[in-house]
């Protein structure tokens, strides 16, 4: 039978699980995995789901059903999340669903690493490196967002009042870990 | 900071968006058939004006998307935003869409 993935997966860089000393959790997320998914809205036929995957959501918004999720980063760009083990399983249901209408699938599982922050104070913690106005009226749970961190590209997603989700590209990884665990001092002890 | 107003995503930083220069340029059908001086033309030369100017930007740090919009060279305010493809609008009624300075 032809071998569906020819590339050798190598581990993603997962920088070391560096608690901050505060009340503020900063960790790599492990065992998740990332789909790169762009679509045309003509392409998706006003469907509210691919495979599962939410593509009904507002522009920078975050919609999440068990393990997985769909971040709308734009008018025709999504991030889907689900678990690392699930990805060939999930890239084949959505070329099933697509049914070749014209669409773009990538698996970027280990082109970012995203980084847990979480406790009072997250958000002060975010906003030493990212402009945007993180208080609750602007920045609901449930938003998500491409944005920047300091001199990093990242993907900012809210999932509770104090716990954010911070996507970087792998090669970014250091420099946002770095610049959280900075960030995180003023609130230690 | 400098809000603006992305057709896509609303009031964002300026760190999030970058200039891509003067908006509503076409490019020339028939490039081969062109003199060389409107060619030049066609590529160098700009409006550069004092006021209103239709600038294309793009979100490269938000959704990744091209837009127009029209900026006030002196104030740097930005009066609108519109999508890429639409015309350029009239200024005289865009007022209820003015980004301002915060």
Redesign the interface.
């Known amino acids: 039978m032809l071998e569906v993935n020819l590339a050798r997966r190598t581990p993603a860089i997962r920088p070391a699980a560096v608690a901050s000393a505060g009340p503020i959790r900063i960790a790599p997320e492990t065992g998740e995995g990332r789909l790169s998914f762009r679509a045309k809205a003509k392409a998706l036929g006003g469907r509210e789901d691919v495979a599962g995957f939410a593509v009904d959501g507002a522009i920078n918004s975050r919609k999440s059903d068990g393990d997985t999720a769909s971040l709308r980063l734009g008018p025709d760009e999504w991030l889907f999340i689900c678990p690392e083990g699930d990805i060939d399983d999930a890239m084949s249901a959505i070329e099933r669903a697509m049914d070749g209408a014209a669409h773009s699938l990538v698996d970027v599982s280990h082109r970012d690493v995203t980084f847990t922050v979480s406790g009072q104070n997250a958000d002060a913690v975010i906003n030493a490196g990212c402009p945007l106005d993180l208080s609750l009226d602007r920045f609901p749970v449930g938003t998500a967002s491409r944005t920047v961190f300091g001199k990093s590209d990242i993907v900012l997603a809210r999932v509770g009042h104090h716990d954010f989700r911070v996507t970087t590209w792998r090669s970014f990884a250091p420099y946002v870990h770095g610049l959280l665990l900075d960030a995180a001092k003023d609130y230690a002890g | 900071?400098l809000l603006i107003r992305c057709p896509?995503?609303g009031e964002?930083?300026e760190?999030?968006f970058h200039c891509g220069g003067e908006a509503h340029i076409a490019r020339p059908d028939t490039p081969a058939e062109m003199t060389d001086a409107d060619w030049a033309s066609f590529l160098y030369y700009r409006t550069n004006p004092k006021g209103l100017h239709a600038e294309r930007w793009v979100h490269n740090?938000?959704?990744?998307?091209w837009f127009n919009a029209l900026r006030d060279t002196v104030t740097d305010a930005f009066v609108q935003t519109y999508e890429m493809g639409a015309p350029r609008p009239d200024a005289g009624n865009a007022s209820s869409t003015a980004t301002k300075a915060a």
């Open positions: 900071m896509y995503c964002r930083p760190v999030e740090h938000g959704c990744g998307r």
